[in-house]
Each structure stands twice: as C-alpha cells, then as structure tokens.
C-alpha cells in the first residue's frame, strides 16, 4: 500500500496563501489518480480537488478559482496551492492516492491515505 505524507500546513491571515505537499511511496507501481481532502472540526471530510492519472484536475465548487492542484515529478508527487484563503478554509487537510484512474472527491474512490496537515486561517 502507498504511504503517503503532507506538509506544508500552517497559520495564516484571510487572503493568504499556502502551499500544501505530498510525497507517496510503495506499491503500487502505477500512477493513479490523487486527492486532497480536508475535515474541518465538527464536520465530515470533504473532497477538495482531484486530479487523474492524466493530469485532469476536478475541484470542490468552494474552493474553485482559488485552489490549484497539481503533480511533481515523482509518480506520487501532489502539491496544493491554496490562495485567498478564508476562514472556513481551516481544516485538517489529508492526500490520498487510488490505484484507478479517474480524478474523483468521492473518498470511498481511494485506498492510501496520509496523516494530515492543519491549516488554520484567521480573519
């Protein structure tokens, strides 16, 4: 199974930006498509954009236009530029991997998961 770990979290003012990223490693060898979700506290994890195998990004309607997903140069590279954040951008955020092909928020779609990295934006 992939083995997946974030960084980049940290605490910002509304309007700033942050750069979250995942390095994964193990099998399986292909590429697969990847994820970021995040759980804010007292609400249930919610994809934030994806990205195939192909490199066709899909994105959450709240985070659209200000959000960029995108793949490093290893096969399990994802970075997450996050840029006007707001304060209900604070969550836990995780990078999850799928064995399939398709860029999808839906997290029963994904196998490997990361530990997490917190984002706290302040107004």
């Known amino acids: 199974q992939t083995q997946l770990e974030e960084s980049g979290g940290g605490a910002v003012q509304a309007g700033g930006s942050l750069r979250l990223s995942c390095i994964g490693s193990?099998?399986?060898?292909?590429?697969?498509?990847m994820a970021w979700f995040r759980r804010a506290p007292g609400r249930q994890r919610e994809g934030v954009a994806a990205?195939?195998?192909?490199?066709?990004?899909v994105y959450a309607a709240s985070v659209k236009g200000r959000f960029t997903i995108s793949r490093g140069a290893g096969e399990k590279t994802l970075y997450l530029q996050l840029d006007n954040l707001k304060p209900e951008d604070t969550a836990v955020y995780y990078c999850?991997?799928?064995?399939?092909?398709?860029?999808?928020?839906?997290?029963?779609?994904?196998?490997?998961w990361g530990q997490g990295t917190q984002v706290t934006v302040s107004s």
């Open positions: 999850a991997h799928s064995r399939y092909h398709s860029a999808e928020l839906r997290s029963d779609y994904y196998c490997s």
């Open positions: 193990g099998p399986p060898t292909s590429t697969g498509s």
């Open positions: 990205i195939s195998d192909d490199d066709s990004p």
